[in-house]
T-cell receptor
Framework: DAKTTQPPSMDCAEGRAANLPCNHS???????VYWYRQIHSQGPQYIIH???NNETNEMASLIITEDRKSSTLILPHATLRDTAVYYC???????????FGSGTQLTVLP | GAVVSQHPSWVICKSGTSVKIECRSL??????MFWYRQFPKQSLMLMAT?????????EQGVEKDKFLINHASLTLSTLTVTSAHPEDSSFYIC?????????????FGPGTRLTVT
């Protein structure tokens, strides 16, 4: 599976959009981009995933660049409860297990 | 969405004793279950993968005789930490997969915090 690079930490003001970047420059054509988050002392929670098209669900939007070498997770209106570590994971759908990197600690500030 | 439970949510045990952690898929059948370990301020590390009715496959560096995994049914997997030592203190998280269908196919439990004194 392709390796991902994320900033270690980010802050965001409550009510504003949080944009979390992820680089995956070695991604191959059949690899999906997944986003999970982990609130302190809880199990990871699925957020969204995509292959090459932008995706949106009730939690977030996923923007994947045309060359697929990077992506951005957007939380449109961040709340304090969105404070968590966000993991960007690239893997071949669906057989492989999820391998977690170091993620981005997002802190939403009041 | 699919729910995975773990029991206990936290446990304290004395060094040298064994501890069993249960992972259950509550509303789906899990063909594959994964066990992860997470030390403070670190990411999740995969320990082993188990398929129902088969022996678990352990990641490199994980002692299979120390971390016994049983996946006897499609809804239950157990992790037993044998002869626990303080360095085994960690957050253990299980994950279950319901086959190969759907984007959510890997669901995570809430985790079990183990403290060995």
């Amino acid at each position: 599976d392709a390796k991902t690079t994320q900033p270690p930490s980010m802050d965001c003001a409550e009510g504003r959009a949080a944009n979390l970047p992820c680089n995956h420059s070695t991604i191959s054509g059949n690899e999906y981009v997944y986003w999970y988050r982990q609130i302190h002392s809880q199990g990871p929670q699925y957020i969204i995933h995509g292959l090459k098209n932008n995706e949106t669900n009730e939690m977030a939007s996923l923007i994947i660049t045309e060359d697929r070498k990077s992506s951005t997770l957007i939380l449109p209106h961040a709340t304090l409860r969105d404070t968590a570590v966000y993991y960007c994971i690239v893997r071949v759908e669906p057989a492989r297990q999820l391998t977690f990197g170091s993620g981005t600690q997002l802190t939403v500030l009041p | 969405g699919a729910v995975v439970s773990q029991h206990p949510s936290w446990v304290i045990c004395k060094s040298g004793t064994s501890v069993k952690i249960e992972c259950r898929s509550l509303d789906f059948q899990a063909t594959t279950m994964f066990w992860y370990r997470q030390f403070p301020k670190q990411s999740l590390m995969l320990m082993a993968t188990s398929n129902e009715g088969s022996k678990a496959t352990y990641e490199q560096g994980v002692e299979k005789d120390k971390f016994l995994i049983n996946h006897a049914s499609l809804t239950l997997s157990t992790l037993t930490v044998t002869s626990a030592h303080p360095e085994d203190s960690s957050f253990y998280i299980c994950s279950a997969r319901a086959g190969l269908a759907g984007p959510y196919e890997q669901y995570f439990g809430p985790g079990t915090r183990l403290t060995v004194t």
